[in-house]
């Protein structure tokens, strides 16, 4: 288990499973080079929708890479904004049919809410999350029993196979710790979420043993924030910061509450959120008391 050097500054260069990342890295690329395009000719959101028959709301969300987008939309934004190349407009419009295709998680519709479906193609598609958790262990290091008592809390009123089904597809979001290139994984977990017995003593500790186990692996390291660390730098709640290949892409902020998540994504949030995470590792314990501190806490569960 290694810890990785990550600030806000965008880096690497590392190999994207297109397969699995579905449209919303194109959607991504697609919206944030139309963004400079758009600014480099001085030309308002406003200005932009009419263009193409639309909002400046459409705009905005289309910039961000949260939906798809009609190749005559991009082609008609290209035209007002001057790019005439020929190589440059045909990549675009590929990218365009690229951020329409079937999403990874299609098949699980029914239990994806709208306000999840960016983060769970981003996270396919990351190279590197950072998160903090503070009531649950992170999804991508729970066992079963543990996400499907954590699920069955949540939903109450849900269906056994309903719970399942969303059991399964927080288990299929794993597989990229176990890809080639792995995605990095860097968790800090406050030790109320280790203490506290979801889904039973023998499910808990079992997920205290799959953690002892699955941070052994280079790509994840775990900090555990202990109580005498009193206060800390996330205080609001739990956060997860997804950075993609390559360097070029925004990273992306992933909040998420109850019934809703929120994506803030001004230069200025995500500099303040990678604040915080950084000030949170200096604030847990090290990655190598990990182990030791696990231990301590299976033996008194």
């Excluded at 499973?17 to 395009?37: E, I, K």
């Excluded at 193409?52 to 939309?73: F, N, Q």
């Excluded at 692996?217 to 924030?225: C, E, G, K, N, Y």
């Excluded at 609001?236 to 360097?247: A, D, E, F, K």
Aim: hydrophobic share 40%.
């Amino acid at each position: 288990m290694g810890v990785q050097e990550a600030t806000c500054t965008p880096s690497g260069s590392g190999v994207l499973d297109g397969q699995s990342a579905g449209p919303m890295v194109p959607r991504l690329a697609l919206g944030a080079h139309l963004r400079r395009l758009r600014e480099g000719r001085l030309i308002s959101r406003e200005a932009a929708g009419r263009a193409i028959r639309a909002s400046r709301s459409k705009i905005s969300r289309l910039e961000a890479g949260r939906h798809g987008v009609k190749p005559r939309d991009v082609a008609d934004l290209l035209t007002l904004y001057g790019v005439t190349d020929e190589a440059e407009r045909a990549t675009l419009l590929a990218l365009a049919e690229q951020a329409n295709a079937a999403a990874w998680w299609q098949s699980y519709n029914d239990v994806v809410p709208a306000w999840m479906q960016t983060y769970l193609g981003v996270e396919q598609a990351a190279s590197l999350i950072r998160c903090f958790e503070v009531q649950r262990v992170p999804g991508l290091l729970q066992t079963r029993a543990y996400a499907r008592a954590s699920i069955r809390s949540v939903h109450p009123g849900a269906s056994a196979e309903e719970i399942e089904r969303r059991v399964t597809l927080r288990m299929t979001r794993q597989r990229i710790l176990h890809r080639q290139p792995a995605t990095q994984l860097w968790a800090v977990i406050d030790e109320a979420a280790l203490r506290r017995p979801v889904g039973g003593v023998g499910a808990m500790r079992a997920q205290l043993k799959h953690l002892i186990e699955i941070c052994r692996l280079p790509q994840v390291t775990v900090q555990i924030l202990p109580f005498l660390a009193g206060g800390h730098a996330a205080e609001s709640g739990p956060v997860t910061i997804l950075r993609l290949p390559g360097g070029q892409l925004t990273d992306v902020v992933y909040l998420e509450q109850l019934a809703t998540a929120l994506y803030p994504g001004r230069p200025s949030e995500i500099e303040c959120y990678w604040d915080a995470m950084n000030r949170l590792v200096v604030q847990a314990e090290s990655p190598d008391e990990t182990p030791t501190i696990l231990h301590r806490i299976l033996q008194e569960t």
